[in-house]
């Protein structure tokens, strides 16, 4: 988990240090706020808002694309590593709805090449922003996309790395979790397997209220083939979220009420 939270950390402290000085102990209060928020809001919309509480207010809207810019690259491992291990399982004949895959690998390809072309490419959708900064009563908004346009190849290469190596990590946990509650089987099936989880809950558009529905779903229907115990198999699911974000949230919240959030935002001087 700390390992998980440092390559976190670390996209985000080189990302935000383009536009505001911040060291990397702030950058570290910025994600567990980040996750908190993420929590207790639909879509995570909240982890947005809680990282900018140390950003100047001037700078808040650099801070939230530089965000986007920052999951877009950790979304585009997810689904490409989940094509790689839903082709793993279906040359194994691993036995599961044809529709299942067919959904999950022509979607996963599809977001997949349109995520890298505009992650590499940002600067297609300038003339768009800096249109609606000019036509809409949210100039900063649109504007701030500004930012991001400059982002360097090796910035951006450096990014995706680090998101790899944390993906990595969540992989690693997850198939460690499955053998502490026992469930057995071929390590590569197993990874192969927890990566079509991960590429499939990123390209099922679900409500929040669902999300714990579904992923619980998605563990047996996926995991089921190696053990027909699915109490173990749901508990292993829930102690990594346990672990990744139910911890990290308590402290995040600390980190909240002890925040002066209208000043943060700007609504408050000093």
């Given at each position: ?12 402290h ?9 060291s ?60 790689a ?12 709805d044809?529709r ?30 800096r ?5 809409t ?29 944390r ?8 198939y ?19 990566c ?13 209220v669902l ?7 998605l563990?047996?229907?996926m ?18 979220r ?18 002066n ?10």
């Open positions: 988990m700390p390992l998980n939270l440092f390559f976190e950390v670390k996209k985000w080189l990302l935000v240090n383009r536009f505001e000085k911040h990397f102990l702030v950058a570290f209060l910025d994600i567990l706020a980040g996750i908190t928020g993420g929590m207790v809001t639909p879509a995570a919309i909240g982890d947005y808002a809680a990282r900018i509480l140390r950003i100047s207010p001037e700078n808040n809207w650099k801070a939230i694309w530089s965000n986007v810019v920052n999951s877009l690259s950790q979304n585009i491992i997810v689904v490409f590593s989940g094509i291990g839903a082709m793993v399982l279906i040359f194994n004949r691993f036995e599961i044809t299942i895959w067919y959904f999950a690998i022509i979607t996963g390809s599809v977001l997949s090449l349109i995520s890298i072309l505009v992650f590499f490419n940002l600067h297609w959708l300038q003339a768009f922003f249109k609606m900064a000019s036509k009563r949210w100039p900063k908004v649109f504007g701030s996309f500004d930012i991001v346009t400059g982002l360097s190849r090796r910035l951006q290469f450096k990014v995706l790395v680090l998101s790899f190596l993906y990595c990590v969540f992989v690693l946990q997850y460690l979790l499955l053998r502490f509650w026992g469930i057995q089987g071929h390590a590569i099936m197993m990874i192969s397997a927890i079509a989880i991960y590429m499939i809950q990123t390209v099922l558009a679900v409500p929040p999300y714990w529905l579904i992923r619980g779903e563990a047996l229907l995991l089921g083939h190696f053990s027909d115990n699915g109490v173990f198999i749901l508990a292993a699911s829930f102690t990594l346990f672990v990744n974000q139910v911890l990290p949230a308590v402290l995040g919240w600390m980190i909240l009420i002890n925040t959030i209208s000043r943060s935002l700007g609504y408050e001087r000093d």
